[in-house]
């Protein structure tokens, strides 16, 4: 079989890519190893984990409006009735992809495929028995994605050691979880975990949770995580892990020296590995970074001229928006139009509770490249609209080109940040000016009122927020 375009993974960068090339009127074919589409964010990753973050935050709402005077019961949970929903979700999802691929002609191959040379798959059976397909093409975007990073020593072959994939099937509620990494996963799996009745303990290696965040936005979190979370432990090392038949015994090592203790559960999440090993790159020209990532050109093109590569095999940040932008770029490009990658801000959003969100420059990062910037913080304790929702933990910020009054960054740290951050990265990719942020009338009252409050406070005009003016300090 000879199709022109071959999309290898069926996940948010492959079939965002298959089905525009459909629409721009390629002939193209879609294959992955999984009988459904989707990938890892569909069928493990960011969906079941916002479904799960969702009932969460439900229980965890049930239990705050106490303070309003409205209690409820403690909820019961019915894990297969969860499970059930969960699984509606993804099929509902996942079936409407094999339907959109239908309409638009898209042929979809399942197997796991694998590069003979340079133009050519060979796709195995996923029934044993019968025969390998042999596809050939003129181009193919390789979207294989990526999978959980291992640590050869938690490898103890025990159930009771999960992965985010694992994990999300939901096996059981363990009295304790170790969750190893404070990562995007670990945090957010620990707070479902956490929500449904777990006594859950993070341990990250680092100094700091979410070590790539912004510390402001991280403060909160923090605070709050450690009102559900029964330990988090910092700049600490898991040095061993034995399954003793009824739980999971762990050594760490630590600030505060040597420690042992008993888990039912540990949930392992240091991090994801491209999936560019294992399928034959090595018989074509496509380079290979020393992390494993497929090094790609601005318009995602290997250095193969058959292969152009997007998403988590070629790169971080390993977000399901950045593969399916990618996607798209690598598709315009194949079509001859002058498609390019350069986004000014990738928004990265972490769902915990609260949210944080952030897009374009941080204020770590600007310290780190010597950059000087100016930062507006506006405190959600000052906005109506949190106070009504009873949340004043929440913060926005905003960082500014003090030249230029250009803004370079956004983040917000509160709940809904990650709706809310979309409005930041917009700013930054049209090149606002903080006035423009200003003088954009935002309804009344909103989270959202925050990110133009932020840039009032910016030019020290904030209606909320006093500031004596220098003459008023001096005479004070
Ligand atoms: P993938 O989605 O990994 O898809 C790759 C596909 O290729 C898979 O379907 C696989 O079966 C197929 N494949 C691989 N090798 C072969 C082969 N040899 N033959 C055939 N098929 C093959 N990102 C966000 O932006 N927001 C979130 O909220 C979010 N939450 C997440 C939560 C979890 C628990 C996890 C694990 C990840 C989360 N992510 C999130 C990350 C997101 O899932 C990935 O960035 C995204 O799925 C990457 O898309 P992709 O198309 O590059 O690859
Ligand atoms: P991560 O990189 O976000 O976090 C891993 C954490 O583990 C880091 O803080 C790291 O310092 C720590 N760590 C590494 N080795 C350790 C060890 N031996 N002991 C203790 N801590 C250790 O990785 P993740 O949480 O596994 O998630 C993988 C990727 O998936 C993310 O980087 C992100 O790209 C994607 N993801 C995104 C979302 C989202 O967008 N909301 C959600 C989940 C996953």
Redesign the pocket.
């Known amino acids: 079989m000879h199709v022109p375009l071959v999309v290898l993974g069926g996940g948010p960068g492959g079939y965002a890519a298959a089905f525009l090339a459909a629409d721009l009127g390629m002939e193209v074919a879609l294959v992955d190893r999984d009988e459904r589409l989707g990938g890892t964010c569909l069928l493990r ?2 969906i079941p ?1 916002k479904a799960l973050l969702h009932v969460g935050r439900v229980v965890a709402e049930s239990r705050e409006m106490a303070e309003w005077g409205v209690s409820f019961a403690r909820p019961t949970i019915d894990l297969d009735a969860l499970r059930r929903r969960k699984e509606k979700l993804i099929g509902t999802l996942t079936g409407g992809l094999a339907t959109l691929a239908r309409r638009r002609k898209v042929a979809l191959l399942h197997g796991a495929a694998r590069f003979i040379d340079s133009t050519t798959l060979e796709i195995a059976p996923t029934q044993p028995g019968a025969p390998s397909q042999t596809v050939t093409f003129d181009h193919c975007i390789l979207a294989s994605g990526s999978r ?2 291992r ?1 050869p020593a938690f490898d103890i072959g025990s159930p009771r050691v999960m992965d ?1 994939t694992a994990a999300l099937e939901l096996p059981d509620i363990p009295e304790s979880l170790l969750v ?7 945090l ?1 799996m620990g707070t479902v975990y956490a929500e449904l009745g777990s006594r859950v303990s993070v ?4 100094d700091g949770l ?2 790539g965040a912004d510390r402001d936005l991280v403060k909160p979190l923090q605070q709050r995580l450690g009102t559900i979370f029964e330990a988090i432990m910092l700049g600490t ?2 040095t061993g892990l034995q399954d003793v038949g009824t739980a999971v015994r762990v050594q760490f090592e630590g600030a505060g020296g040597a420690l042992e203790r008993s888990f039912a559960r540990v949930l392992v ?4 590995r491209p999936n560019s090993d294992g399928i034959g790159l090595e018989n074509t020209g496509v380079t290979i970074d020393r992390r494993g990532f497929v090094e790609v050109d601005g318009q995602q093109r290997t250095s193969d001229p058959h292969i152009l590569a997007i998403g988590d095999v070629c790169g ?4 399901a928006h950045r593969a399916s932008h990618q996607g798209k770029v690598a598709v315009e490009a194949l079509h001859g139009e002058p498609a390019l990658f350069a986004p000014r801000a990738i928004p ?4 915990t509770d609260p949210e944080i969100a952030w897009a374009g420059l941080t204020e770590q990062e600007a310290t780190a490249a010597g950059r000087v910037v100016d930062v507006s913080r506006y405190p959600w304790a000052a906005s109506g609209r949190a106070q009504a929702l009873g949340r004043t933990d929440g913060l926005t910020k905003i960082l500014v080109d003090p030249e230029t009054d250009a803004v370079l960054g956004v983040g917000v740290v509160g709940p809904g940040a990650g709706e809310l951050i979309a409005e930041g990265v917009l700013a930054i990719e049209m090149g606002c000016s903080a006035r423009d942020l200003m003088e954009t009338i935002h309804p009344h009252p909103t989270l959202g009122e925050t990110v133009a409050f932020s840039a009032e406070n910016y030019f020290g005009l904030a209606t909320e927020i006093y500031r004596p003016r220098t003459a008023d300090a001096s005479a004070g």
């Open positions: 990753g960011c984990s959980p990073a640590i985010s190893v990494g404070g990562g995007y996963i670990g957010e341990v990250e290696l680092t979410l070590p090392k898991v999440a240091v991090g994801r971080e940040p390993m977000l990265a959003v972490v769902f």
